[in-house]
Nanobody
Framework: QAQLVESGGGLVPAGGSLTLSCAAS????????MAWFRQSPGNERHFVAV???????????FYADSVKGRFTISRDNAKNTVYLQMNSLKPEDTAVYYC??????????????????WGQGTQVTVSS
């Protein structure tokens, strides 16, 4: 069964940086859209970023307004891994971050319902 496994979460001071990784268990995910969502206690799971496969040498990325200019999503197809580089972190970025994917890129890519594959999540805590 295909799996997504996140890593790289932790505690970081405000203004700091952190890089999350999401490793896919099979090369099947190499051409799938790969997304990051986050969820804080008492809140719904919200879209953070997605990377859409175009060709083996190009992709397209989309970001939530709240992270645009601070976060960067990228992928290494040779390693079946997607990354989320997070800079200038704020306390409001504190959440459990989830990796997600699906067979197809959806026009509703900001909705959690557009993804059928999910990782178990990794905690990111930004101290003020």
């Amino acid at each position: 069964q295909a799996q997504l496994v996140e890593s790289g979460g932790g505690l970081v001071p405000a203004g700091g940086s952190l890089t999350l990784s999401c490793a896919a268990s099979t090369r099947t995910f190499s051409t799938y859209p790969m997304a990051w969502f986050r969820q804080s206690p008492g809140n719904e799971r919200h879209f953070v970023a997605v990377i859409k496969f175009i060709t083996w040498s190009s992709s397209t990325t989309f970001y939530a307004d709240s992270v645009k200019g601070r976060f960067t999503i990228s992928r290494d197809n040779a390693k079946n891994t997607v990354y989320l580089q997070m800079n200038s972190l704020k306390p409001e970025d504190t959440a459990v971050y989830y990796c997600a994917s699906d067979d197809y890129f959806s026009a509703t890519y900001q909705s959690k319902n557009a993804y059928r594959y999910w990782g178990q999540g990794t905690q990111v805590t930004v101290s003020s």
